[in-house]
């Protein structure tokens, strides 16, 4: 225990001299919490629309009035020919353009049908469905609303309806920020455990300590915990500070408990630090375990559900994110934090994340070798 | 006496490279034994299949008594190594390091002050100060005194002078000469010729071969041919016509002389005066001396290379 006691302490004393580190432990997770919670949105908002009225009558007015005022929609310009549209299009000052054709009034007063044209690019499938979905609320509501009262109208009475009323539970406002930070807090998380403790032992590697320490009496299992130990520290440490932030600063809900976010990351932790070492025993220099570190980090946070459902990726994609550790986090965090999930709730990603921490922490204590060919 | 340390038929092949082949060795209790041998000659590989870092292909190695496959764990409890690379941990003071290295050997520093006493307190001034804002004697004196914290039996220097300026060099083989006392069996390797002659016995390696085991003037009597210390205006063109002689040695460079050994028995200064004075050569010195250990070892070499070529 004596020995244990004295490498934690030694790996303290490392990790606070080191000028470098101190600021990547701190600091960088503070502003991706405050940036990537603010920049990661799935909002649409003031999209930029060029307008092109042919028909100028007070009708059409009025219709381009529903879009300037629905707050969804910034009026950028306007134009006359569908060949000056298009410039605008591909200049990017708009990704709407709204073409209400000439007898536009006349048709509605008559009581026929008038068409109008929406041109959105589409460049970003997500925003153009986003705002595809406005344009079609937009005038729905003026069909339902205006055209009734028209002296023409056909339509004396209003039809009955079905009327969807939808409400959002667990984000009844659909805040972003409430879904996104617990998702950004495992990424913190898993970035500083895994790079932390990939590079460690690597470094003792590079700088040859690891042949001093190597020819000591210390045990295996001493040295291991001795490495992984204070990462574990940190990285719980990193979570309350997030935490802490997410409440303070994001006003995030926290519905479910603390201490089961503490149990599940400190097991999460464990997978984390058992991939680093791993790496770590692979790699000769902190270059490799760096790359191989990084590579890791990207495919799991693409795959975790962070910034896109995993239910609209392709189905060989969805079973490989189950053995994505980031995901089962991100998944429990969510849950526990907006839904306030037991820990029955998330028992399978619980489960899975357990059988990681094993398999990861067997296989890099195995593969770690006081002794080389 | 006791052998501290034995080594029978080691070969250790890396890839292609056979860095030890069949290398036999038996260094007795308080010893203070050198391995001499340049960049390459397989110095590290013996040492760190001693201290149980590396296993040998073939062969067994029994350091302390203990077999180093087997007993293991129980060698290193027993040995201090010092690596040919400074490797303690540069981001942590002078102090530091010592009692980590106390710590983790289960010993305190307190415990075997008085070993180390004679070279920590050179230290002492400087234990606030980080290991990688040392000088490099003060480095190696750090290395030294950390790989001595826990008494050990057995020493093993993998090149400690190597890059040390020449006063550091003499005070740390000073250094040694005092642990000696202490009955520690000390192993050191160097690609030095001149301290050579300060250990008890010495072994050559060469190509992972071990040429010679003997003290330092047992090697040098393997040194039989007359020896010449020769001098002229023009050093390369010295050499040249030198190895052309047809009763040529071993002919090489000596600091600002070149070293020439005759292949014949008995042979005057004059007469190699008299081959030298029909070149161009001016200022022409030739004078007898009697072999140094780098002699002996050029000389080895030599008969070595030969043998491998017929």
Request: aromatic letters at 8%.
């Amino acid at each position: 225990m004596r020995v244990i006691g004295f490498l934690l302490q030694k790996e303290f004393l490392q990790i606070f001299r080191n000028k470098g580190m101190l600021p990547i432990i701190f600091i960088m997770p503070l502003i991706q919490l405050v940036i990537l919670s603010n920049a990661a949105t799935f909002d649409v908002r003031n999209v930029p629309f060029n307008l092109q009225d042919l028909d100028r009558t007070s009708l059409s007015e009025n219709l381009s009035e529903q879009f300037t005022g629905s707050g969804y929609f910034q009026l950028t310009g306007e134009s006359s020919t569908s060949s000056q549209a298009l410039d605008v299009l591909v200049g990017r000052n708009a990704d709407l353009v709204l073409v209400i054709p000439e007898g536009f009034e006349k048709e509605l007063m008559r009581g026929g049908s008038a068409k109008v044209q929406l041109i959105i690019n589409a460049e970003d499938g997500f925003s153009a469905g986003v705002i595809q979905g406005y344009t079609n609320d937009i005038i729905t509501a003026f069909n339902r609303d205006l055209i009734p009262q028209l002296p023409g109208s056909a339509v004396a009475a209003p039809q009955p309806d079905i009327i969807v009323r939808s409400s959002a539970w667990y984000n009844p406002e659909l805040v972003y920020v409430d879904y996104m930070v617990p998702g950004i807090l495992v990424i913190l998380v898993t970035l500083v455990g895994l790079f932390l403790s990939g590079m460690n032992v690597v470094r003792e590697k590079e700088i040859g300590t690891i042949d001093q320490i190597n020819v000591t009496p210390m045990r295996r299992y001493q040295f291991i915990t001795g490495k992984l130990l204070p990462f574990w520290i940190i990285g719980l440490g990193e979570l309350t500070l997030g935490l802490i932030i997410a409440r303070v600063a994001f006003h995030v809900p926290m519905l479910g408990s603390y201490w089961l976010i503490y149990l599940v990351a400190g097991i999460y932790m464990l997978v984390v630090l058992g991939m680093g070492l791993l790496i770590s025993t692979l790699t000769d220099s902190q270059q490799q375990a760096m790359f191989i570190a990084w590579f890791f980090m990207v495919i799991f946070t693409l795959m975790s559900g962070l910034f896109t459902a995993i239910e609209s990726m392709p189905h060989w994609a969805q079973n490989m994110t189950l053995a994505n550790p980031v995901r089962h986090f991100v998944d429990i965090m969510r849950r526990v934090m907006l839904k306030g999930s037991g820990i029955r709730e998330i028992a399978v990603p619980l489960a899975i994340l357990t059988a990681d921490a094993a398999l990861l922490i067997t296989l890099a204590v195995n593969r770690y070798r006081k002794v080389s060919d | 006496m006791k052998s501290a340390v034995l080594v029978e038929g080691v070969t250790k092949k890396f890839k292609t490279v056979t860095a030890l082949s069949n290398v036999s060795l038996k260094i007795s209790e308080g010893e203070l034994f050198g391995i001499i041998g340049a960049d390459g000659a397989g110095k590290t590989t013996l040492f760190r299949i001693l201290c149980t870092l590396m296993l040998a292909d073939e062969g067994r190695a029994e350091v302390l008594g203990l077999d180093s496959l087997k007993d293991y764990r129980g060698i290193r409890s027993r040995i201090g190594y010092m690596p040919g690379r400074f490797s303690l941990y540069t981001d942590l003071s002078v102090e530091e390091n010592l009692k980590f290295f106390a710590t983790v050997f289960n010993t305190t520093v307190e415990e075997n002050y008085e070993l180390i006493a004679d070279i920590y307190t050179q230290l002492e001034p400087f234990k606030k100060r980080m290991a990688g804002q040392l000088s490099g004697g003060m480095k190696q004196k750090l290395a030294l005194c950390c790989a001595l914290i826990h008494r050990p039996d057995l020493l093993l220097l993998d090149e400690p002078t190597t890059g040390v300026d020449a006063v550091s060099r003499r005070e740390f083989w000073q250094m040694l000469g005092r642990l000696k006392e202490q009955e520690i069996t000390i192993l050191v390797s160097t690609p030095y010729m001149d301290e050579a002659s300060l250990c008890d016995r010495v072994a050559f390696l060469q190509d992972g071969t071990i040429l010679a085991v003997d003290t330092p003037a047992g090697i040098t009597g393997l040194f039989t041919a007359p020896l010449f210390a020769v001098r002229a205006n023009d050093k390369h063109k010295l050499l040249t016509h030198l190895r052309s002689y047809p009763h040529a040695g071993s002919v090489y460079a000596f600091g600002s002389t070149v070293h020439y050994a005759d292949s014949r028995s008995s042979i005057s200064t004059e007469e190699i005066e008299a081959y030298l004075l029909d070149s161009e050569l001016q200022d022409i010195k030739i004078e007898k001396i009697e072999p140094g250990i780098e002699d002996t070892f050029m000389a080895l070499m030599k008969t070595d290379k030969e043998n491998l070529h017929e």
